[in-house]
């Protein structure tokens, strides 16, 4: 079992969803975030006052998978997450990482059988 | 909390109480009229009943003004600023700030008072305002407006940093002991319609309220926050406005009160009323551009936040113009107003106060100039052809032309105004400060007025919830392997270059550039998954294709080097 976990761009999130359908792939906890990489911020104005804006909204979505499903995941996020043409920095980021156990909490069970849809 | 503010409320509902019933005692004038109640005229009744509903708009516009421009934790706080204003002075008025600033009967040119106006008891439904047409029971309600959005401008100075209860106190205490006395000296009319107060005497012109209502909001915001601590944060953290679309709407809101604001301040649907309705349009949009322009020329973009502050800069400062300008005159001073108020606000970075949403900027600076100017563009011609009347105008003299006593008494006025209202202000601030404490508790700023002072949230909507789709995704069904289709996987690896080398050089392809990218590019990307070393996985695409795309695409960027490519089937 293995919890990925993906920063990408709020507007690429209806893409990556519909991806991830596709490969069986439906469970998964969105939460906006916002943070910084190697894309530097913006600047705005404010009645003449200048704000830089240096951590950008973003989304980060976690799904938790049997192994099986890990490459298929990654594949169907990285082609829907990226900017269309050439991909932009600020695209976003993937992490895999264990997953020690699941606990479904309606019925008790544990471990892959608790992960599926 | 509670406990802090139970005593306060109780002391105002005494002292209602013990108001009212000194009214009880007080006998009614028994007497009946000796002459005949003026006439009411229906047309100028209706155009003041629709203006009085005009400018109680322009009082959630200004919450939507104003709420739009604070953080997303104090949005609600800071529109509760606005409208319980309506609550707070719309009984205050009726019950005596009417009879403080427009009775003349029972007082000196101080402070006026008139028993009858107390709770409008001794006022009939058809007795007319002295020198209009107009009921006295739509002249208190249209300027019970007034009153009640005076206060609400002075919470912009001090948005985001103070507590509720306090605030309710300041616009009770504000209103009863600067407004009324305020509006008393400068529109006060006796039973024969002269000038009652000292500063109308004097000739000043304040059209609609240049200087009781702009000037005496804008510097009483000043003085509080000279008082006042800074927002926690202030300077080095910048606040970001929550929703300029608030913003924007509450400027048209405004704009659209305004013309009740101006054109009702004629108290009469005639030409004055249409001269003033006309002098507000036009002053609006000129500063409204102006502001603009200046951003633009200055900054290099033109703000939606420019926009709705011009606007209002130029209906502060037509304010007291109105009705004594014309139309060409009423767009110098917009564009004037647009220009000086947009550096006023520039300014404030390196005057190192706190005007959360430049009440002064906005309201002191562009009253003051309003002020000035109605002196240097009244046109007497224009006023009495409005109103139909064969007086002078103000200190203008016989011939209309004296502009010097004019522009003495618009300065005499406006620093009367300054002067009461910046230490009017500063007592009751430091009054209420001293006592229960203006001020939040820090740890309470940074949670937010919504939270700590209401309890509720404004809104609370991220960004994940705007990109749902209408229509529900597939179903979720159970599957123990990934439905991969008919997609061929394979990997591509690629040797004769180092991982390091490959890695700079897919990095710089997988970037927008200024030249679209190359075609081996465009055939390649779609397909890949992930890279890993020197180790390209593929979904879909045709192997062969992509080893020769792959193979181009990095020989002509590692010069030279001989690379070769062989594919991996994926395993099954």
Known sequence: ????????????????????????????????????????????????????????????????????????????????????????????KIFVLPLEDCVRIRTGERGPEAIGP | MRQRILPFLLALVVGLGLLTSASAEEPMPAEPPTAAPPAIDAGNTAWML?????????????????????????????????????????????LFGY?????????????????????????????????????????????GMFAIITPALISGALAERIKFGPYCLFVFLWVTVIYCP??????????????????????????????????????????????????TGYPQQTVI?????????????????????????????????????AATQVAAAAAGLSWILAEWLHRGRPTALGLASGIVAGLVAVTPAAGFVTPLS??????????????????????????SLDAFGVHGVG???????????????????????????????EAGTDYAAQIMAQIYAAGVSIVFAFVGTAVLVVLIDKTVGFCLDPIDETEGLDLTQHGEVGFDLGYAAETVSETPHAAPRPASRPPNGHVKRFTVVLDGAT????????????????????VEFQAVYPYVTTVQGNRFRFRGGDPVAMSANLLRLFGDRLGGKTLRASVEEARP
């Open chain 1, 1 to 92: 079992m293995k919890l990925i976990v993906a920063i990408i761009r709020p507007e690429r999130l209806e893409a990556v969803q519909q991806a991830l359908n596709e490969r069986d792939v439906y469970l998964m906890t969105v939460t906006d975030v916002r943070g910084c990489g190697r894309q530097r911020g913006y600047t705005e104005v404010y009645r003449g006052a200048e704000v830089r804006v240096n951590l950008l909204p973003k989304i980060k979505l976690e799904i938790a998978v049997t192994d099986a499903f890990v490459e298929a995941a990654v594949e169907a996020i990285v082609h829907a997450a990226r900017a269309p043409e050439t991909g932009q920095i600020g695209d976003g």
């Open chain 2, 241 to 277: 406005p929550n929703s300029l679309v608030l913003t924007l709407t509450g400027a048209g809101l405004l704009w659209f009160g305004w013309f009740g604001f101006n054109g009702g301040s004629a108290l009469a649907a005639n030409g004055l009323a249409g001269a003033a309705l």
């Open chain 2, 99 to 143: 009879s403080l600033s427009f009775g003349t009967k029972d007082s000196s040119g101080w402070i006026g008072w008139d028993w009858g106006y107390v709770g409008l008891s001794g006022v009939a439904p058809n007795a007319a305002f002295p020198g209009t047409s107009i009921p006295i029971f739509v002249h208190c309600m249209f300027q």
């Open chain 2, 330 to 355: 009423a767009i110098i001073i917009g564009a004037l107003a647009g220009v000086v108020c947009y550096a006023a606000v520039s300014l404030k970075p390196f005057l190192k106060y706190d005007d």
């Open chain 2, 182 to 231: 305020l509006a008393h000296w400068v529109w006060a009319l006796d039973s024969t319609a002269s000038a009652a107060g000292w500063l109308g005497k004097m000739g000043a012109l304040d059209f609609a309220g240049g200087t009781v209502v702009h000037i005496a909001a804008g510097v009483s915001g000043l003085a509080a926050i000279l008082l006042l601590r800074k927002r």
């Open chain 2, 50 to 94: 629709i203006s009085t509903g005009l400018v109680m708009l322009m009082v959630p516009g200004l919450a939507l003004f104003y709420g739009g421009m604070v953080r997303q934790k104090n949005v609600l706080g800071t529109m509760m600023h606005s409208m319980v204003a309506l609550s707070i002075v719309g009984l205050q008025w009726v």
């Open chain 2, 367 to 397: 009253g003051l100039l309003g002020a000035l100017l109605t002196g240097v563009f009244a046109s007497a011609a224009l006023w009495q052809a409005g109103a139909g009347s064969t007086a002078s105008l103000g200190a203008l003299g």
């Open chain 2, 499 to 518: 991982p390091a080398d490959l890695m700079r050089v897919w990095s710089d392809l997988c970037q927008a550039g200024p030249t679209p990218p190359s």
